[in-house]
C-alpha cells in the first residue's frame, strides 16, 4: 500500500452536492454509506448528515457521509452511534490509501471542522492494528458484541445450500413441504404487524424494544422507493402470517435487520424459509454479501464466517468519554425495568424467534 499523502484531511461539502453515483463507485461502498439510509437516520435521531471529502487540497482520496446529533448543547458524531440500528458505517477509501491514516485525519475533522465533542467510528475493513498509537479507544458496552456472520452470496446457490448445517438445511425443506409460503410485502400493514411480533419477542425475554414503530415505518419509507429495502412475510398454509423479516441492501451487502415468528407455527420453520429466500433474492441482484446483523450463535447453521468489526471511539475530554461509557448501562437499565412491567400484557404468542439488532 502507498503511503498517504502529507496533508490528508477531509473537507465538508454541501449534503445536497454529493454525487452519489461517484460515491457508489467506490470499492468499499456499501448499504450504510447511501443516501437513502443516512437520511432514514437524520429522521429518526434528529441528526444532521455530514458529507466530507478527503483530500490532500488537489486531489480525491476517499469520502465520507455520517451524522452529528446534539446533545445538551455539545455535538456528537456518529458513523454510527450506538442505538442506530445500524452495525457500521465508516469510510470509503481508494485501495492505495492507508485506512488508518484516513481514520486519523476522520478524527481530525470530528475535532476540528465540525467541533465535535466525541467521535465514533465501525468501518466494515478498518481493524485495530491501523489505528494503534492514534488515540481512539475501543467501543467495549455491555452487551455489546463486534461479531457478525457473513455469507458469502457470490457463491452458486447449491453451494449456499450445501454450506448450511443438515439441520438448516432440513428446516426449509420441511416447511415446504408443510405448506409455508413467503410473499414480499409492500403494504402500509407490514410495519405495525413486525413491530407487533417483535415486541412480544423482546417481552418474553424482559426487555422492550430499542426503537418505535416509526422506525420501521421510516425505514420502509426512506429504503423501499430506492430499491433497497425486502420486507418478508412468511403464511402457512390456512393463509395466517407467522413469521416476518426485513432485509435492506445496497452496494455489495444485505442486512438482516429483524425477524420474527410465532411460537404455535414454529414447527413450520418459517425463519429458516425467510433466510433462504432472503439470500437468493438479493444474490439475483448482485449483492455479494449477507449480514446476518450481529453475533448470535443460531445464526451459525446458515454457513457463514465468523468476522469481527471493531468499534472505535475518541473524545475530547475525559469527561466525556466517562459519560458516554456510563449511557449504555442506563439504556440496559431502563430496558429491563420497561420489560418486567410489560411482560405478559402484549397478546402474542410466546417462544422464541428471530432477534433484529439493537445496535
Same mark, same amino acid.
Given at each position: ?152 452470496? &457470490? ?25 409455508? &409460503? ?16 417483535? &415486541? ?43 413469521? &416476518? ?115
Amino acid at each position: 500500500m502507498a503511503a498517504a499523502p502529507a496533508r490528508l484531511m477531509f473537507r465538508q461539502i454541501p449534503w445536497k452536492h454529493l454525487d452519489w453515483d461517484e460515491s457508489a463507485a467506490y470499492h468499499d461502498y456499501n448499504l450504510f454509506h447511501s443516501k437513502a439510509w443516512i437520511e432514514f437516520l437524520a429522521e429518526v435521531q434528529r441528526a444532521e448528515p455530514i458529507a466530507a471529502i478527503l483530500t490532500d487540497g488537489t486531489n480525491e482520496y476517499g469520502r465520507f457521509v455520517g451524522l452529528v446529533v446534539r446533545r445538551m448543547g455539545m455535538k456528537f458524531l456518529g458513523c454510527p452511534l450506538p442505538g442506530w440500528t445500524t452495525p457500521y458505517m465508516g469510510m470509503n477509501v481508494k485501495p492505495d490509501i492507508s485506512r488508518g491514516d484516513a481514520a486519523n485525519a476522520l478524527a481530525n475533522f470530528a475535532f476540528g471542522g465540525l467541533g465535535c465533542v466525541h467521535f465514533e467510528l465501525r468501518d466494515r475493513w478498518l481493524q485495530e492494528s491501523e489505528v494503534a498509537g492514534l488515540g481512539f479507544g475501543l467501543r467495549e458496552d455491555v452487551g455489546y458484541d463486534d461479531r457478525t456472520f457473513e455469507l458469502d452470496l &457470490t457463491q452458486s446457490e447449491d453451494s449456499l445450500f450445501k454450506g448450511m448445517d443438515s439441520a438448516c438445511r432440513r428446516c426449509i425443506r420441511q416447511g415446504e413441504k408443510r405448506g409455508v &409460503t413467503v410473499e414480499e410485502a409492500t403494504d402500509d400493514e407490514f410495519a405495525d404487524e413486525f413491530y407487533a411480533q417483535i &415486541t412480544d419477542v423482546f417481552v418474553r425475554q424482559g426487555l422492550v424494544p430499542t426503537y418505535s414503530a416509526d422506525r420501521v415505518k421510516a425505514l420502509i419509507r426512506h429504503l423501499q422507493p430506492a430499491g433497497q429495502l425486502l420486507l418478508l412475510r412468511a403464511r402457512n398454509a390456512a393463509g395466517v402470517c407467522i413469521a &416476518t423479516g426485513i432485509f435492506p441492501a445496497a452496494g455489495d451487502v444485505v442486512l438482516f435487520w429483524g425477524g420474527a415468528s410465532l411460537k404455535e407455527h414454529q414447527n413450520l420453520r418459517p425463519n429458516e424459509t425467510l433466510h433462504w429466500y432472503a439470500m437468493r433474492y438479493w444474490k439475483a441482484r448482485g449483492i455479494a454479501r449477507y449480514d446476518m446483523g450481529g453475533y448470535m450463535e443460531y445464526k451459525r447453521k446458515y454457513g457463514g464466517a465468523e468476522v469481527a468489526i471493531p468499534g472505535f471511539r475518541k473524545s475530547r475530554s475525559q469527561v466525556i468519554s466517562a459519560a458516554r461509557s456510563l449511557a449504555p448501562r442506563g439504556m440496559r437499565a431502563k430496558q429491563l425495568v420497561l420489560g418486567r412491567v410489560y411482560r405478559g400484557r402484549i397478546p402474542h404468542s410466546d417462544g422464541p424467534a428471530q432477534m433484529p439488532i439493537t445496535d
